[in-house]
């Protein structure tokens, strides 16, 4: 799964701070919610690939949107034949 977050409306040291903010917020989220915070993989500072419960990640979405930020939703399907 997927998180991006357009910061295309902020200035740019508002960005910054914002990215370092949520990043920490996620990540906090993670914790609180006893998931194993191995479990996420940063792409880049917008970007984050998390194999997490629906409910922490519908939890952070909701964080992030109160934060007035947009949030796309990207599925990837991965199926491993063993």
Known sequence: IHVNTNFTDLKKTSKEQQQ???KSQFEQLIKERNEDTSKLKW?????VE???SPLTLHSFVLKAESLGLKVQYKK???IEIV
Do not use: M
């Not at 792409?43 to 970007?47: A, F, G, K, S, V």
């Open 50 to 52: 998390a194999n997490i």
């Open 76 to 78: 990837k399907t991965i």
């Open 43 to 47: 792409i880049d500072d917008e970007t």
């Open 20 to 22: 370092v903010d949520l």
